[in-house]
């Protein structure tokens, strides 16, 4: 860890990160058990970071450029779509290859994927970046080891437009077999299994994925304009609660997650067994009719309260969710501060999933207060269309859970309260989807929340997000309303979403020209 650890150690950008691995990190947590406050981390110059303007990106998966053609790709995006800055998978397990009449339809550009895929890095690094981590041997062999950083960037610098590498880290079954060694670093659920997930604080696990940052903006110096980083987790009540975003199993409690938690001087026991009692609560409620069917509650005192009443007996329930919370808050820091150790005037950002905008409890969590000290953009997964059926899907599993007592018509009117929205009734969620306004309302949100930082809010606009053949989807004028809605909503620039392997040129075309417009009216 000495080359990472030196980094730190100079800036000190990531110190709440490199305190936890540090001599130090036993005396400052030892402090924060005693209520002590630990420093808060000093906040990077961010003069130096160099944003552009009117910033445009789009998502590209790998496969993308071999079955489209680098050029032909890149007039897409360029002329149709307006965009200045393309966001290129480097590490990636998630294929989703279209097929014509698959979950995600192929549109009118691209052809049909096989089921052949390994997944990993897009590109060649050099080892000396991963020594002190067994997780080194994730080259992807695919698309005839395609290295996407190589072959594509010198031709979108020549454009005029900025080339991000684009490190996606969600946790995909596939990666236990993909990569060797990885079951080492899985996170341990509360019976004790291995769950397919990577532990953030296991040490291999931090390693890899600082020496990804460090391989590719210290060995594609020259290619490489910007890094965004990404990573679709959560903790272990998140994952209890549910949604489109949880992974398997209640975590984690490995052995360095245990020994923090002692360092904290909170009982991993105690906490297995408040989980488990939640586990068997929602385990019972999702065989319990309930009030809606017309029959009577198995609870005495209903689930919200027996819910409440478990935090109280296990208040290690809490703890134990704020410690994985805190851990993903390190890890992002820690990388932070080593993309701009190595590169202080590149970028460097994350996405924010869109629980963020469903989830009460998540958004408690992520909390923008504490990311802006440690970012220079964020995106947001504001998917209108698509927030729709995502959201419906998250409400049902809040009533299958801690709201088991009302059904998600009673409580809706509620819950739009809680989270500031005004959309459709829970019934009509599927064909309506969310309006423009969820997409203002999470945009001032983000602004505001990071308000005097300098960070860039960029919101994603929603094109061909997948949805159900039955659900709405996505129209050129909803493109076009969706992209002046962000920037009426104070955005600093937009990410074209979800992937443009995904969309149909014609909503291209309409975020396009709704963007030359914008930028020519502001013009100053
Ligand atoms: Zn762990």
Known sequence: MKHSNDRRDILGFSLLGALTQGALSQNVSRLQAQGVQRPAAPVPDRAVTRNRRNFVAIQVKPFAWKDEGIDRLLDNIQNKGAVNTVWAYTYDYSEEHMTRNGTIPLPDHGIPGGSQFVGGAF????????????LRDFRSPDYGNFNVIAEVAPKVKARGMDFFAWDYNNAFPIMMQSIPNFIEVAEIDIYGRRTTSPCFNHPDYRAHLTGKVESVLEGYAGLVDGFAWGCERMGPLGNLIGGGWSTRGLCCFCRFCVAKGQERGVSADRARMGYRKLDALFGASSTDQGPAQGSAQRLADGYFVTFWRTLLEYPEILAWESLWTDSYHEVRSELYGTGKTIAPEKPF???IMQNMTFSPFYRAE???????????????????????????????????????????????????DVMGYREAPYAQLHTTGLSVEYLKEETRRALEGVRGSNVQIYPGIDIDVPTKRTDKRTTPDDVRRSVHAAFEAGANGVVLSREYVEMWLANLTAAGDALREIFANTKS
């Open 123 to 134: 590109y060649d690094y050099d080892p000396k970046y991963f020594q002190n981590t067994i």
């Open 349 to 351: 950002g994350f996405h």
């Open 366 to 416: 992520e909390d923008y207060a504490r990311t802006k000290d440690y970012c220079d953009f964020l995106k947001l997964a504001t998917y209108n269309n698509a927030a729709g059926p995502r959201l419906a899907t998250f409400l049902d599993r809040l009533h299958e859970t801690v709201f088991r007592d009302a059904t998600p018509e009673e409580f809706q009117p509620f819950f739009y």
